[in-house]
């Protein structure tokens, strides 16, 4: 079955920078972009932005362009995530998923199950 | 950004019971193509979200009929019928019509 496997927590310093990764099993990694979606703590989902695994092609959301950046290793059928100038405003949950197709279009069908990132000194 | 604005905040409902969910949306959601990109997410207490509805009323694989979605242009409903206790957590629609894609702030289904 289609699965999305992310990295763990990880404890940052304002300033510094992160690196997460998803890693994708139970489908062909290449043929579905990777959407990228951020939840702060309590809070509501911003779509951040998506990677087609094939291509190389992204596109971001304007809110996140310069924070975040989008990279995949088709090797090992994983995606990456790197969020820059950490500030605590960047304190959440990240989620990535597939978009999956339906016979209706795509959709985001599958979640990886959230990456936690704290900022703080 | 289009913004989605979900009403009510949060429903107490009774086991069995009848819920609807309403998602208002800034700008028409009917894309050039004449498709309605609205879809309908459950996110369950600490877990993360899960399709149940996409394109305004369409049942994602797995999803049973007691959930219905309907509405068109900027007005969009989701009703859950039957209120089982697997139905409670946060719903979320979201556009996929204009980019950036947007979600709306949530409403909490929590049992009365």
């Known amino acids: 079955q289609v699965q999305l496997q992310q990295s763990g927590a990880e404890l940052v310093k304002p300033g510094s920078s992160v690196k997460m990764s998803c890693k994708a099993s139970g489908y062909t990694f290449t043929s579905y972009y990777i959407y990228w979606i951020k939840q702060r703590p309590g809070q509501g989902l911003e779509w951040i932005g998506r990677?087609?695994?094939?291509?190389?092609?992204?596109n971001y959301n304007e809110k996140f362009k310069g924070k975040a950046t989008f990279t995949v290793d088709k090797s090992s059928s994983t995606a990456y995530m790197q969020l820059s100038s950490l500030t605590p405003e960047d304190t959440a949950v990240y989620y990535c998923?597939?978009?999956?197709?339906?016979?209706?279009?795509?959709?985001?069908?599958?979640w990886g199950q959230g990456a936690s990132v704290t900022v703080s000194s | 950004d289009v913004v989605l604005t979900q009403t009510p905040v949060s429903l107490l409902i009774s086991l069995g019971g009848q819920a609807s969910i309403s998602c208002r949306s800034s700008q028409s959601l009917v894309h050039s193509n004449g498709n309605t990109y609205l879809h309908w997410y459950l996110q369950k207490p600490g877990q993360s979200p899960q399709l149940l509805i996409y394109q305004v009323s369409n049942r994602f694989s797995g999803i049973p009929d007691r959930f219905s979605g309907s509405g068109s242009g900027t007005d969009f409903t989701l009703k859950i019928s039957r209120v089982e206790p697997e139905d409670l957590g946060v719903y979320y629609c979201?556009?996929?019509?204009?980019?950036?894609?947007?979600f709306g702030a949530g409403t909490k289904l929590e049992l009365k």
């Open positions: 990677i087609g695994p094939g291509s190389g092609d992204t």
């Open positions: 998923a597939r978009d999956g197709y339906t016979p209706l279009g795509y959709v985001m069908d599958a």
């Open positions: 979201l556009q996929r019509t204009h980019n950036p894609y947007t």
